[in-house]
């Protein structure tokens, strides 16, 4: 392979991970709302690359559970209604309250240390800014998994944890819009519960806690008459 051809794919390869970057965030942020087309055509000419170079991006998008590849229909953000947010809940209540509960049993005095803090990181970074729209900071939302995960990680089990990320990222849009149809929901209050109950090595109150929280995300999305995003 010369150099140059070398050269040609590393700058491609460069431009297909900007454009998934911004079609991630953008997604996230809503600047397409659920069931927008993502058309390739136009998303190339605004971002100056080659419609190869995006159709690479949505196929990363479309992996990660942020966007739908339909038959003779190109490219699209889910929809509210997809069956799919319903699923992954349910996946996330049967194996997260189990890890939940290994984690209490097994976690050491620094895996309290690294709980306690990601708490106070989540308590301390804003959940909404104007420039950032309607939904959750990106801060915000990487501080919310770093907190998840961290209550999880005292398991000591890679595989499970593993499980957890892939689940996290496949929901990663439901609390986005759980979040703008249910403004008033006391996501601190729920946070503080789970800490507190992990902390208190209480793994009973913990799952429940759990399972509550996961499911009120889900309970909004199933909702219709909830106001939509």
Sequence with gaps: MTTAHTSALGGKQMLSEQVHAYLRDAILRGDYAPG???????????????LAVVREALVRVVGEGLADRLPNRGFAVPAVSDRRWQEIAEARRTVEPVVLRMSIERGDVDWEARVRAAHHRLARTPAYLPEEGEYYTSAWSEAHRVFHRTLLEGCGNPVLLETFDRMWTASELTRRWSAHRNPGRDGVQEHRRLEEAALARDPDTAAEVLIRHLTQTADVLADPTASSP
């Design 36 to 50: 927008d087309p993502l058309k390739p055509q136009d998303l190339a000419k605004e971002q100056g690359v080659s």
